[in-house]
């Protein structure tokens, strides 16, 4: 009985504390109640009501109330009253401990009830502080938007801006090459005319070579004449020209030598000069007959196909070429015409190169200056196996170049190489192609046959003085490189001396 008395006198402490608390609420001004204290309040009125039926166990009655913060709470429990947890028969110490476990039943209840109220408040706080920060984020993003928005409409502007600025860009672009376009067309019309022009030009320097070729078949028989009968004073057919050299030819041919002078040079008398006469006095080359040559210096004989038959000029061209003549008397003695010269540098193996082989048209040379740029020249009257003069002109200027055989221009044209230089310091082989320097011979592009009087220039003749190369009266002046200058080492390559080259082999 100690423990029933202890806990009722401790539930009797309670209520009075409770209603107390009540009394002194309703004494005082009217303020918001408490859950917790309404609920206490509510379980005093339930303790002291008189019971009005026997009730079994804890009746739930949830009624909706609103706090004084405007959330809606549960209602308290509503406790049994004592006589409804009265079981007739019982003992008071009974129905006390009925009550105090009724009681505390109850009380379990409503703790149970208030931290779900209180679970319900926290998550309401949650949501709310969630949804202010989704708020502030959404603020935000809407910020980040506007600045990205009024960024790209300032970049928008600009490139609006750089668009209108190309546009007048592409339409000052446009007109100028219309313009040019139009420059253009003016200077092709102009060039098209120079063109003509210049055909024109080349017509009338064709028909003037003609007359002049004329001229000197005219010449050479006048001076076979003489050369038959020189006692006699032929009457010279009248020309048509006015050079310096046929009017002191005219007053030296009026002139009738002295009985028992030897017979005079034809150049000399042609020039107007005459060697005083002695009685050891010498021709300066011997006397030609009708059709020979005579006076070509040295020749050099390639009699077979051998990769050893090679001539070297020197050390090459001592400086840099930028126009270039080689002339030489040429006669062949197989079906194609094989490398009549090669020039090779340490930087290109085909500087310079005059080259045929048997895989090429018979007949046909590369003319190469810079591998890989050539002119082929048709050459096809030296497969004949006769004596025949070619010259092979060059010059920058334009990459105009000629090609003359027996004094007639066979072939011409321009834009090849055009403002180019040979380099001097290579290696300069008659005979034969080299693809390295001084060696790397092929026989299928070497020479067969014989070369007379080859000279090389570092300019370009006129076709007078092809003419006279032509017709053995010497040596332009300025020549850098002669047969003189050829050495060689080994092979079957032959030097021989002839007066006239129908006399040599």
């Known amino acids: 009985m100690g423990r029933p008395r202890g806990t009722l006198g401790l539930f009797l402490i309670v209520v009075a504390v409770c209603l107390h608390g009540a009394l002194s609420r309703e004494a005082g001004p009217a303020a918001p109640r408490k859950p917790f204290f309404e609920r206490l309040r509510r379980l005093e009125e339930q303790v002291r009501a008189p019971a009005h039926g026997a009730v079994d166990g804890c009746h739930r009655n949830r009624v909706g109330s609103v706090s004084a913060q405007g959330t809606q709470m549960w209602s308290p429990w509503v406790f049994p009253s004592a006589d409804a947890v009265v079981t007739r028969g019982w ?3 009974q129905k006390f ?3 105090q476990e009724v009681t505390l039943t109850h009380l379990r209840d409503l703790a149970s009830n208030y931290n779900l109220s209180y679970n319900v408040d926290a998550r309401f706080q949650s ?3 969630e949804t202010r920060a989704a708020a502030l984020a959404a603020n935000r993003s809407q910020a980040t938007v506007q600045g990205d928005l009024s960024r790209l409409k300032t970049w928008m502007q600009k490139s609006q801006r750089r668009s209108r600025k190309l546009d007048s860009r592409l339409l000052a672009l446009d007109a100028a090459l219309s313009h040019g376009d139009r420059q253009l067309a003016q200077v092709k019309s102009e060039q098209e005319a120079q063109g003509l022009a210049l055909r024109g030009l080349q017509d009338t320097l064709a028909r003037l070579t003609h007359l002049v070729q004329n001229q000197g078949t005219r010449l050479a028989a006048l001076e076979g004449r003489l050369l038959v009968a020189p006692g006699l004073t032929p009457a010279l057919p009248p020309t048509q020209t006015g050079s310096p050299k046929l009017q002191s030819g005219r007053q030296a041919l009026r002139a009738p030598p002295e009985p028992g002078d030897p017979p005079q040079d034809l150049a000399s008398r042609l020039q107007g000069t005459r060697e005083p006469p002695g009685p050891g006095s010498q021709r300066a080359r011997p006397l030609e007959r009708p059709g020979e040559t005579c006076n070509v210096g040295p020749v050099l004989v390639f009699p077979n196909a051998s990769t050893q038959n090679a001539a070297f000029l020197s050390a090459g061209f001592p400086a840099g070429l930028r126009a270039l003549s080689v002339c030489s008397w040429v006669r ?12 090779a540098t340490e930087e290109n193996d085909n500087k ?8 090429l048209v018979p007949g046909a040379v590369h003319f190469v200056i810079g591998d890989p740029a050539f002119r082929e020249l048709p050459l096809q009257p030296l497969l004949d196996g006769q004596w025949h003069h070619v010259c092979v002109i060059w010059t920058s200027t334009l990459g105009r170049y000629w090609l003359h055989v027996d004094r007639r221009l ?3 044209g321009s834009r090849f190489r055009e403002g180019y230089e040979i380099p001097p310091g290579g290696s300069l082989v008659l005979g034969q192609e080299q693809d390295s320097v001084g060696g790397g011979f092929d026989s299928s592009e070497a020479f067969v046959g014989s070369v007379a009087g080859l000279a090389i220039w570092d300019r370009a003749l006129v076709p007078g003085e092809v003419a006279s190369l032509a017709a053995g009266r010497g040596l332009p002046r300025g020549a850098v490189l002669t047969l003189d200058d050829a050495h060689w080492a080994g092979g079957f390559v032959q030097r021989v001396n002839c007066s006239c080259l ?3 082999p």
């Open 91 to 93: 003992n008071p110490a």
């Open 97 to 99: 401990r009925r009550l």
């Open 127 to 129: 949501l709310a502080l």
């Open 332 to 343: 062949v003695a197989s079906g194609h015409l094989g490398t009549l010269l090669s020039y």
């Open 352 to 359: 310079l190169v005059l080259h045929g082989r048997d895989s």
């Open 410 to 412: 066979v072939a011409t």
């Open 502 to 504: 129908e006399l040599c």
